[in-house]
């Protein structure tokens, strides 16, 4: 690195890094939280509002993209504060080495809305280690000729693995799809021995 370009250590950008989003945070001016986690998945960005945790992304959906949806949809005062996410990275990392089998941390559906919110509410009802069909999660929200409506729903969750839309398959038990890509939902299906 040429010193004299950039006179900061890394260590000191680091810890500038840090205190800036410290004292956004003690200011009021930190709407949303982000950091990156890596997991047997690839790396899943994580992003949090004051209500919870608002947005999970594969590194497919491409992370610049989504930060800047998240600056449209929530709000532009979007800063990299990983300290904010360390209990949802902490609850992810038990999940992964199967400790973990439901998530506790606050969830902030502010990015869905009408039956999409309804049927992503519903998902964490389907239990580690099970599966159900785009057709029963219909049934299950109370509107069973609304398969292609929960595939929707399924597709457009911004909680996957969090909220378990992975839980969900074909009525021929075919995959359907994933916004992590089927491999994704291959492991994450995998991880939790699901039946």
């Known amino acids: 690195m040429n010193h004299e370009a950039f006179p900061v250590s890394?260590?000191?950008?680091?810890?500038?890094?840090?205190?800036?989003?410290?004292?956004?945070a003690d200011e009021g001016?930190?709407?949303?939280?982000?950091?990156?986690?890596?997991?047997?998945?690839?790396?899943?960005?994580?992003?949090?509002?004051?209500?919870?945790l608002v947005r999970v992304a594969f590194e497919r959906e491409g992370f610049d993209t989504v930060l800047e949806a998240l600056a449209a949809k929530v709000s532009p005062r979007v800063l990299e504060a990983p300290a904010r996410l360390d209990p949802a990275a902490a609850e992810l990392e038990?999940?992964?080495?199967?400790?973990?089998?439901g998530f506790d941390v606050p969830l902030d559906h502010a990015l869905s809305s009408g039956f999409r919110r309804i049927v992503q509410r519903c998902l964490p009802q389907i239990g580690y280690g099970r599966t159900?069909?785009?057709?029963?999660?219909?049934?299950?929200?109370?509107n069973?000729?609304?398969?292609?409506?929960?595939?929707?729903?399924c597709a457009t969750n911004p909680l996957p693995v969090v909220v378990p839309c992975h839980r969900v398959l074909r009525t021929d038990g075919g995959l359907g799809g994933y916004i992590g890509g089927l491999e994704a939902k291959t492991t994450l299906l995998a991880l939790e021995n699901a039946a």
């Not at 001016?29 to 919870?52: H, I, K, M, S």
């Not at 159900?132 to 109370?142: I, N, P, W």
């Open 29 to 52: 001016v930190l709407d949303v939280a982000y950091r990156t986690l890596d997991t047997p998945v690839g790396p899943l960005l994580l992003a949090a509002t004051a209500r919870g």
């Open 144 to 153: 069973p000729k609304a398969v292609r409506a929960v595939g929707t729903a």
């Open 10 to 24: 890394g260590d000191d950008l680091a810890r500038l890094h840090t205190a800036l989003a410290a004292r956004a």
């Open 94 to 101: 038990e999940y992964f080495a199967g400790r973990r089998h």
């Open 132 to 142: 159900r069909s785009y057709k029963e999660v219909a049934e299950l929200v109370g």
